[in-house]
């Protein structure tokens, strides 16, 4: 089976809260939450394609040292298999924009599980919970 290759991110504010996205009508998986991500391109590397997309989808700079893999998502859909590294990021120049008209949504991680995401998101709830958790 074809294994695609796609980052992701947990955009964290000063609250704690995490940012997902919403999926447009017309794309696959439309009116579900994800995290903010995309494809990783042919010969790209992973921190690479999230720095693209981050300004592509929400029109902010992020710097590589920013980013901390967390952990992994992989799931089988029907027509491929998919491998998705969650990074964090706390820290990021300009204000978050949705550029491509989607409807965006800070959450607190203990909420996430209110609105309905693709199967490969959700199992990444509980590692964002661990980590967000206050002490
Ligand atoms: O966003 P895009 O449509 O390019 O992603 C390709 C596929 O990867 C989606 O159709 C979906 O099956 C999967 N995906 C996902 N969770 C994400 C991003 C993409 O399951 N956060």
Do not use: N
Not at 59 to 67: A, M, Q, R
């Amino acid at each position: 089976m074809k294994l695609l290759l796609v980052v992701a991110v947990a955009l964290v504010d000063a609250d704690g809260r995490v940012l997902i996205s919403e999926r447009p009508q017309g794309k696959a998986l439309a009116g579900l939450w994800e995290f903010p991500g995309g494809k990783i391109e042919p010969g790209e590397r992973p921190e690479r394609s999230l720095i693209r997309e981050l300004k592509e989808e929400l029109g902010i700079d992020v710097e590589e040292p920013c980013l901390a893999p967390l952990t992994f998502a992989s799931h089988a859909y029907e027509e491929f298999h998919l491998l998705m590294p969650l990074y964090v990021c706390r820290r990021w120049k300009g204000s978050v924009q949705p550029v491509e008209g989607q409807r965006l949504a800070w959450v607190r991680p203990t909420k996430l599980r209110d609105y309905p995401m693709p199967p490969a998101d959700e199992p990444l709830i509980p590692a964002l919970i661990d980590l967000l958790a206050p002490l």
